[in-house]
């Protein structure tokens, strides 16, 4: 049992909360696609698109009855497999005290190729190292991942470019292709729990039409890139492009913000906070999302390694789509666009790239 | 806690400026941890909350308010004089605070305007931070300061460590609290990207754009905004407005305010 249709999400998402899960899904919050928890398939943004352009985000009205209309939500999949803040450690009276900050079982439904492949980037970087981190382990085993293969990508998609989607082929416990005419979706399973999760809700086999209707949907998702980037030797060309004029030119548009870092999955960079308390008795260590475009953030025996926002944007961007092959063996970007679509001021990483090159 | 005797603790003194008390009834509002804060600290001096007024030095002096008369300017010295560590806590005393928009006019035809008898005010050209006249060892930025903030500073004071306080922009609390950006998303002008955090993105999280309470970032790039409020149709003057609130002669929200004047 491979591949199967459903006629409703509903089933599914109540054999995932009876088995335990927090069931987290897209919603409509604030105008626009948020990652929140969902009871049942009503929650989901029904006829929701969305438009997506450099520095710009606005829903619209999709295709009727379609729940999963839209491109990547600003959520990814970061918050769950690396949360904003965490305790690493508490000493209290001189004595150290574990602190296991737990593993919430979520079960993450609409995650989308390029949130796949950054987890997976993630993976590498937290757990595949020599030093894996435990926490970290622990949270990817309690997160059940569904994906949805897009079929309708955002004007700031690139995840062709990236060999990323926008079909999901790995890395998830089941796929959804939501099919119409009529209403159903094809689910693929890619692991053990996920058979077993499907195994217990209403399901018939897939037909060969079904199996068809589903890879149109991808294959149309995949010409529709809202951008795209040429990554031929980009290892060897970024790096080398040091003193490239175009670099002053996007650090006049920067704002050293952190949104695009922020926004990214596969941005993992953080800073270690120490606080104690009035009685000087409890002291904590916690760890939170910082970015490299801070000023702290290469601080150095009182100095700062990246002092300007040009220093910043260039590490930031060689990092993302070049020295992150020798660091980690692939690509840092997976061609979400988030980082297009979130900065305040629009900065488009593949219009800089094609200018730098 | 160990049983510290009464004098044995560090002495606080939370004196006023040119200022509005908002960022002292912060110290006051600390609730829970008020208490712990009493028991640490010989709040010694701090006419707020008590007429009862120990004599100095004082380990630690908080200050409000800026400087805007000449006897001010005096007292300041003063209280640098019998504080070993002074904090200065709000935008009034970290930058100047609202009342310096003096700066950007003539302060002796307000009084013209104002005062029956406008010989009687003694008042500055200008309204400055407290570090325009005499050291400071930490500014706390906001208006109001954050609660958290303050905290953090006294603990920090205590524990002889640097407070953790970052100078990064909005926009990291706004992530982590998980606000929608409001200025991608809505169109709604926002300071977010070149005002320093401390709030916990308290505006964006009620979907409104970020005034700037905080004043500049470490790296503020206030022209690159200034383009993107621009295209979201915000005009000159509505641009000048926007720096010039709590933090106007914060060099680059005043330069930014100007810029827009000079277009306008």
Not at chain 1, 249 to 265: E, H, I
Request: hydrophobic content about 35%; aromatic content about 6%.
């Amino acid at each position: 049992m491979d591949v199967v249709v459903l006629e409703s999400l509903d089933p599914l998402i109540e054999e995932l909360r009876s088995a335990g899960y927090t069931v987290v899904g897209p919603t409509v919050q604030d105008r626009a696609v948020r990652m929140a928890e969902i009871s049942s398939a009503a929650d989901l943004p029904a006829g929701v698109g969305d438009v997506q352009d450099p520095g710009s985000y606005r829903l619209t009205s999709g295709a009727d009855g379609m729940l999963f209309g839209y491109a990547a939500s600003p959520d990814s999949a970061k918050r769950f497999t690396q949360p904003p803040r965490q305790t690493l450690v508490r000493m209290r009276d001189g004595a150290f005290e574990e602190v296991d900050e737990g593993a919430p079982r979520v079960a993450l439904l609409g995650v989308r190729a390029c949130d796949l492949a950054a987890i997976a980037v993630q993976d590498r970087v937290f757990a595949g190292s020599r030093h894996p981190d435990p926490a970290y382990r622990r949270r990817r085993e309690a997160l059940f991942l569904i994906a949805v293969n897009c079929a309708v990508p955002g004007g700031t998609c690139f995840c062709v470019s990236m060999g990323t989607g926008p079909k999901a082929t790995a890395g998830f416990d089941l796929a959804v292709t939501e099919l119409d005419a009529p209403h159903r979706f094809l689910v693929e399973t890619g692991s053990e729990r996920g058979g077993e999760i499907v195994a217990r809700v209403p399901h018939r086999r897939a037909a060969s039409e079904d199996v068809h209707a589903a890879d149109e949907v991808s294959r149309m998702a995949a010409v529709r890139m809202g951008r795209q980037v040429d990554t031929d030797g980009i290892q060897h060309w970024l790096p080398a492009a040091h003193d490239s004029p175009r670099w002053t030119d996007v650090a006049s548009r920067c704002l050293s913000c952190t949104n695009c870092t922020m926004v990214c999955p596969t941005c993992f960079c953080s800073t270690v906070e120490d606080v104690t308390d009035l009685t000087g008795q409890v002291t904590e260590r916690s760890e939170r999302w910082d970015s490299c475009f801070t000023l702290d953030f290469s601080e150095v025996s009182g100095t700062h390694a990246r002092g300007s926002g040009l220093a910043r944007y260039r590490q930031w961007l060689t990092h993302k789509f070049a020295t992150w092959y020798d660091q980690f063996g692939t690509s840092g970007c997976v061609g979400c666009g988030r980082c297009i679509t979130w900065c305040p001021t629009g900065i488009d990483v593949t219009e800089e790239l094609a200018c730098i090159r | 806690m160990t049983s510290t005797d009464r004098n044995d603790r560090p002495r606080l003194a939370v004196w006023k400026f040119a200022s509005c008390d908002g960022c002292q009834l912060t110290l006051l509002d600390c609730e829970d941890e008020l208490l712990p804060l009493a028991s640490t600290l010989d709040i010694a001096y701090f006419l707020e909350a008590s007429s009862a007024v120990g004599p100095g030095p004082y380990d630690l002096s908080l200050v409000e308010g800026s400087i805007t008369t000449p006897q001010d300017a005096e007292h300041i010295r003063h209280v640098r004089r019998v504080s070993r560590r002074l904090v200065t806590i709000g935008a009034c005393a970290t930058a100047g605070g609202i009342q310096a928009l003096r700066d950007f006019a003539d302060v002796r035809e307000f009084a013209s305007v104002v005062y029956a008898r406008p010989e009687y005010i003694a008042t500055l050209e200008r309204s400055t931070p407290i570090s325009a006249h005499v050291p400071v060892d930490f500014e706390l930025r906001g208006c109001p300061i954050d609660k958290r903030q303050l905290i953090e500073v006294i603990t920090a004071f205590l524990a002889g460590r640097r407070p953790v306080v970052p100078g990064h922009s909005v926009c990291v609390e706004c992530k982590i609290r998980g606000n929608i950006c409001v200025l991608v998303a809505h169109g709604t002008p926002c300071l977010g990207p070149v005002t320093q955090a401390g709030c916990g993105a308290l505006c964006p999280a009620f979907n409104r754009g970020c005034y700037g309470c905080f004043g500049p970032t470490e790296t503020p790039n206030t022209p690159a905004l200034n383009t993107k409020l621009r295209r979201l149709g915000v005009s000159d003057p509505d641009l000048v407005r926007v720096y010039r609130t709590f933090n106007a002669t914060e060099e680059p929200f005043r330069q930014a305010s100007e810029e827009a004047e000079g277009d306008a």
